[in-house]
C-alpha cells in the first residue's frame, strides 16, 4: 500500500485530490489540516478505510512530527498554506509563519524515508509579470508581496534539501483553479454565487485585469500523472491554463450561463496584489495531461452543476 500524506486537507485542491486518490484501494490516505482556511465540509464523507483525517498545524513541529514519525510516508504533498490574495494581504504575519511548515514537512520527509515532496507553489512567484507566458524558468519574482516571497522561499527549500539530501521533489506553480468545492472568497464562485442570487457582481478596478482560469479535473489529472507516471521530478510545473480573460468578461460569461439579473458594480483597486496579467506556459502540463484541456464556459457549467452554493 502506498502511503500518502496531504496537508492542508480540508482546503479545496487539496481536498479533491485526496477524493481522486482515495478512489485507487492501493493508496493510504492521511491528511491534516488546522482548518483556518479550510473546511470541515471538504472531508470526504464516506469515511473509506483507507483515509485518516488529523486536526494539525503543520507550522507546529509538535503537531506535525508525531504524525509524519508514526506513518512514514512514501509521498508528500505540501499544500498547507494562507491563501487568497485578500486574506493574505490581511495576515502578513500568518503568511510568513507557512515558512515553518515547510521546513517541518521537508526536515520530516527526509528524515522518515519519504520518496518525494509535491510542492504547491504559485503564479504569483512570477510577480507582475515582465512578458508573457510565464515559462517556469523566468522567475523575476518583483512582487514585495510576503505570500509570493514566502512561495518561492518553498522553492529554494525544496531544491535546497534536494541537493544536500536528495530528497526528490515536484514543484506545482498553481495558476487560478476552480471547481465545486471552491470557497466564495475567490473570483470565480464568488463571482458565480453574486449571479445566483441576483446580486451585484463586484469587480475591483475596471476590470481589465486578466486571468486564466484552469478547472479542477485538469489540475488534478496533471498533478496526478506527474506522480503516477514519476514525472517532473526535482523540476517545477506551472498548472494552469493559458486562455485569457478579463476579469469584466467572466463576470459577463457568468451572468449569461447563470440567466442572472445582476449589475456589474465597479470597486476601488485594491491597495496591492491584484497583478494586471497572469498567463502560463503550459507546455509542460500540456505533456503530463495529453489531452484538451477543460474549456472556461464547460468548467463553469460544470460548476454550476456541482456545485452547491
Not at 1 to 28: E, Q
Not at 220 to 227: G, I
Not at 282 to 304: A, D, F, H
Request: hydrophobic share 35%; net charge negative.
Amino acid at each position: 500500500m502506498v502511503k500518502i500524506l496531504i496537508t492542508g486537507g480540508a482546503g479545496f485542491v487539496p481536498s479533491s485530490l485526496a477524493d481522486r486518490l482515495l478512489l485507487d484501494p492501493n493508496n493510504f490516505v492521511v491528511a491534516v489540516d488546522n482548518f483556518h482556511t479550510g473546511s470541515k465540509a471538504n472531508l470526504p464523507t464516506t469515511n473509506p478505510s483507507n483515509y485518516r483525517f488529523y486536526e494539525c498545524d503543520v507550522n507546529d513541529w509538535n503537531s506535525i512530527s508525531p504524525i509524519m514519525k508514526e506513518h512514514h510516508f512514501d509521498y508528500v504533498f505540501h499544500y498547507a498554506a494562507v491563501v487568497g490574495v485578500i486574506r493574505t494581504l490581511d495576515n502578513p504575519v500568518s503568511v510568513l509563519n507557512d515558512i515553518e511548515g515547510i521546513k517541518n514537512v521537508l526536515t520530516l520527509a527526509k528524515d522518515t524515508g519519504v520518496k518525494r515532496v509535491f510542492y504547491s507553489s504559485s503564479s504569483e512567484v512570477y510577480g507582475e509579470p515582465v512578458h508573457l507566458p510565464q515559462n517556469e524558468l523566468t522567475t523575476p519574482l518583483n512582487s514585495r508581496l510576503p505570500y509570493a516571497i514566502v512561495k518561492n522561499v518553498g522553492e529554494a527549500f525544496c531544491r535546497s534539501y534536494s541537493q544536500e539530501f536528495g530528497l526528490d521533489y515536484t514543484i506545482f506553480r498553481f495558476f487560478n483553479t476552480y471547481g465545486p468545492k471552491q470557497s466564495v472568497d475567490f473570483v470565480m464562485s464568488k463571482f458565480i454565487r453574486q449571479a445566483l442570487n441576483n446580486e451585484p457582481i463586484t469587480i475591483y478596478g475596471d476590470g481589465s485585469q486578466t486571468r486564466t482560469f484552469c478547472y479542477i479535473d485538469d489540475n488534478l489529472d496533471a498533478c496526478l500523472n506527474a506522480f503516477k507516471e514519476n514525472k517532473i521530478v526535482n523540476d517545477v510545473v506551472n498548472i494552469g491554463n493559458d486562455e485569457i480573460t478579463e476579469i469584466v468578461d467572466l463576470a459577463k460569461i457568468i451572468i449569461r450561463l447563470t440567466n442572472s439579473k445582476s449589475e456589474i458594480i465597479h470597486l476601488p483597486p485594491l491597495r496591492d496584489g491584484d497583478m494586471t496579467r497572469r498567463q502560463p506556459d503550459i507546455y509542460k502540463m500540456r505533456e503530463l495531461l495529453n489531452r484538451p484541456l477543460t474549456s472556461l464556459e464547460e468548467g463553469i457549467k460544470n460548476v454550476l452543476k456541482l456545485g452547491n452554493f
